[in-house]
């Protein structure tokens, strides 16, 4: 297939809309002004080739995975390995309930213990 008729693929399946489908064709860069609120002390951008890998069932559903790689057979080969797993149903994934924890520091407390309480007891 041709860019054009990737993108129409691509298009249909993610139903991107024409603006998105526009950023894609740019084959641009980033804007210096982009890529600075991106990182810090950024002295510039890279250009790399995006493509996708194809043939992924995951949890039962189709994807289309974006790679950004300048090496012509990883795109390949993840597309071949996800061909081979779709014929075992592809594959599975899970995720753990996400934890957080944090951390309180009291200074300069009479009474740390009551201190302590109250924080606990929000």
Known sequence: MNLK??????KKFAKLT???VRILK???GLSFTAANNMIENA????AFPLGI?????????????PMVIEEPSVIAAASNAAKIARVKGGFTANADQSLMIGQ???VNVQDPISAGEKVLSI
Not at 5 to 10: A, G, H, S, Y
Request: proline share 0%; no cysteine; hydrophobic share 45%.
């Open 43 to 46: 002295i510039g951008a890279m």
């Open 26 to 28: 740019s084959l641009g």
């Open 18 to 20: 024409d603006s998105e």
């Open 53 to 65: 890998a194809t043939n992924f069932l995951i949890n039962g559903k189709d994807y289309l995975l």
């Open 5 to 10: 008729e990737r993108l129409q693929v691509v």
């Open 104 to 106: 309180v520091q009291v």
